[in-house]
């Protein structure tokens, strides 16, 4: 099993630029996650998806969109990109037991 | 409303001191409680849980944490740190949000970490 895969692990934009930033997991979790992390600032959700077909909005949604594709993919869209949105996204996927969540390796984006 | 507060954003011991990293929470439901582990330029790794099943929790690398209801703590330790052990550790905690439509999800929600270094 892979567990959680992201796509990709790096990425520059420059401001206004748009990307999908993709999300994978094999291990048939219901509930997927995106979240953000900056210095000093933990993690912070964008976005979860708490079934095939649902999201809902995290502690910082502006500037963002999210699609659930299916039961294995939960893709994040920047519509237009801002230096703000520089950070690392993390994508993850909740087992229901103790809700235990697994973690994607990353993307790291830089917007210029 | 769930909150979880890492005292000491940086923590510095030297290689085979005790390593203490300290985690209080706030939650209106027993909760479930993590922590996972963040190498350099790595995703996040957990290194144990708290289900409810025994106070004193062990984990991988040596680590382990104690939750103590009373003082709302999840504090992690280890009694001789390791060079490999310097990292981001981040605790957190979880609870289960119930939607309208049935469904529910397991929310994290996390401290903002502690960068722990050790020196030789």
């Known amino acids: 099993n892979a567990g959680v895969t992201q796509t990709p692990k790096f990425q520059v934009l420059k401001t206004g630029q748009s990307m999908t930033l993709q999300c994978a997991q094999d291990m048939n979790h219901n509930s997927m996650y995106w979240y953000r992390q900056d210095p000093g600032m933990g993690l912070r959700l964008i976005y979860y998806?708490?079934?095939?077909?649902?999201?809902d909005k995290g502690e910082v949604p502006n500037g963002y969109n999210v699609s659930r594709l299916n039961k294995r993919e939960f893709s994040l869209r920047l519509e237009s990109a801002a230096p703000s949105q520089t950070s690392v996204y993390f994508c993850?996927?909740?087992?229901?037991?103790?809700?235990?969540?697994?973690f994607g390796p990353g993307t790291r984006l830089t917007v210029l | 409303a769930q909150s979880v507060t890492q005292l000491g954003s940086h923590v510095s011991v030297s290689e085979g001191a005790l390593v203490l990293l300290r985690c209080n929470y706030s939650?209106?439901?027993?909760?479930?409680l993590f922590w996972y582990v963040q190498y350099p330029n790595q995703g996040l790794q957990l290194l144990l849980k708290y289900t409810s099943a025994a106070t004193l929790v062990k984990g991988i690398n040596g680590f382990e944490a104690e939750f103590k209801k009373s003082e709302t703590s999840f504090h992690l330790t280890k009694p001789s740190a390791h060079m490999s052990d310097a990292a981001e550790y981040f605790c957190?905690?979880?609870?289960?949000?119930?939607?309208?439509?049935?469904?529910?999800?397991?929310?994290?929600?996390f401290g903002r970490g502690t960068q722990l270094t050790v020196w030789p």
């Open positions: 998806s708490a079934s095939e077909g649902t999201t």
């Open positions: 957190a905690v979880s609870v289960s949000v119930r939607f309208d439509r049935g469904s529910t999800l397991g929310r994290l929600y």
């Open positions: 939650s209106s439901v027993p909760p479930y």
């Open positions: 993850a996927s909740n087992s229901r037991s103790y809700n235990e969540q697994f």
